[in-house]
Structure formats: structure tokens, C-alpha cells
């Protein structure tokens, strides 16, 4: 079946704008989440969805960052007056949202590769 | 807190060798682990995971992973290196909740 999918797989954008980051969970998956990979680093977690409602917005950097999920679908990550420093590879995953049990494997898309100039 | 920590951000073994790549963590709870791999342009993949019982966890691909409290370890290998292996192998640890913690990543290189 189809996994996670994100689009678009790379972004190049200039200082200062805004940029949107779209993540396609598997269908049926209620719990999503978004993580940041910067060059040579391992993953940090952004932010938990479970449904519509994010529990867990404890790793967004700034208030630059935000996210919302509609229709328990498809998510939105937008990051404004974008910096150098956020470019990084953006990666989503969603799981079944077994009420947060070990069982529930996170499945990790492709990742959006963002590069502020 | 829990972290992870892997040893060697880069790895080379030739084909048909042993593939040994290193992780150890540290958790004030029980901890729950993971191995992920990450192949180019492609998402990360679940290779293998302990949660609780058995300390020898078998995952895809050939591959299995020890945990080992002692030595707060989590090594994951392959007895025979495929040119396919090569790839990013991502450890991460968890306290029970859907929060991951992940080290930096290992790149794999296969050597024909």
C-alpha cells in the first residue's frame, strides 16, 4: 500500500520568506509527527499529532513554526520568514496511534529537503 | 533525559564481511530501541525494535541487534555484508511514548 509521502522533495527558497511543507500520512494513520535532520545530526522532534489536536508542540525552535492537520489527513508544516539556519530535511511520519504504544512503529516518509539562501 | 550515542558516523566493510555498527544509549527508565535504516531519497525503515523479553532481536534483512543493560548497548549487525546494505542506520530510544530520541546516524559503505 502507499506510504507517507511529502512534497515537494526539495525547496530552495530566499531569506525571509515563507514556505509550506506538505505531509500525506498513511491512510488511517491518526497519530503524525514531524522531525528536523540537519547535516550531520540525527532527528529532532518537532511536533505530535494525534487526530486534528497536537498534544506535543515542545520541539518547534520558534515561534516561526507552525503546523496544523485537517481531516485527520494530510498535514502542514509552514515555517515563516524563513532563516539559514532552518535549512535541514523535513521529515514526517505518522503510525496508527495505538494510544501511544510501543506497537505503534512510526513510518517515515521521504523527507522535503529545505535550503534558504 | 535519555539520549543516544552512535560510534562511527561512517562505516566501510567489504562484501561478505561482518557488519557491526554501534549504539548505546542512556535512559533513567527502561528503555525501548530502535534501529532504522534509511536508503537514498527514501524514508526511514524500521529495521528491528526491543521493547521487552527477549534480548536478541531479530529484524529484516538478515539483520539482529542485542540489547545489553549492562553495557546500556544496543549493536546492531549482519553476519555477511551485501552490496544492498549500503545505506544510513539511524538508532533511536524511547521511554514508552511516541517521542523518539535519535543518534546521528552511521553510513554504511559496502566495499566489492
Known amino acids: 500500500g502507499a506510504g507517507v509521502s511529502q512534497s515537494p522533495s526539495n525547496k530552495v527558497t530566499e531569506k525571509g520568506k515563507d514556505v509550506e511543507l506538505r505531509c500525506d500520512p498513511i491512510s488511517g494513520h491518526t497519530a503524525l509527527y514531524w522531525y528536523r535532520q540537519r547535516l550531520g545530526q540525527g532527528l529532532e522532534f518537532l511536533i505530535y499529532?494525534?487526530?486534528?489536536?497536537?498534544?506535543?508542540k515542545s520541539g518547534l525552535p520558534s515561534d516561526r513554526f507552525s503546523a496544523e492537520r485537517t481531516g485527520e489527513s494530510v498535514s502542514t508544516l509552514t515555517i515563516q520568514r524563513t532563516q539559514q539556519e532552518d535549512s535541514a530535511v523535513y521529515l514526517c511520519a505518522s503510525s496508527p496511534g495505538l494510544a501511544g504504544t510501543l506497537t505503534d512503529t512510526q513510518y517515515f516518509g521521504p523527507g522535503t529537503r529545505l535550503t534558504v539562501l | 533525559a535519555q539520549s543516544v550515542t552512535q560510534l562511527g558516523s561512517h562505516v566501510s566493510v567489504s562484501e561478505g564481511a561482518l557488519v557491526l555498527l554501534r549504539c548505546n544509549y542512556s535512559?533513567?527508565?527502561?528503555?525501548?530501541l530502535f534501529w532504522y535504516v534509511q536508503y537514498p531519497n527514501q524514508g526511514l525503515q524500521l529495521l528491528l525494535k526491543y521493547t521487552t523479553g527477549a534480548t536478541l532481536v531479530k529484524g529484516i534483512n538478515g539483520f539482529e541487534a542485542e540489547f545489553k543493560k549492562s553495557e546500556t548497548s544496543f549493536h546492531l549487525t549482519k553476519p555477511s555484508a551485501h552490496m544492498s546494505d549500503a545505506a544510513e542506520y539511524f538508532c533511536a530510544v524511547s521511554s514508552g511514548t511516541y517521542k523518539y530520541i535519535f543518534g546521528t546516524g552511521t553510513r554504511l559503505k559496502v566495499l566489492a
Open positions: 535512559s533513567s527508565v527502561p528503555p525501548y
Open positions: 499529532f494525534q487526530g486534528n489536536s497536537a498534544p506535543d
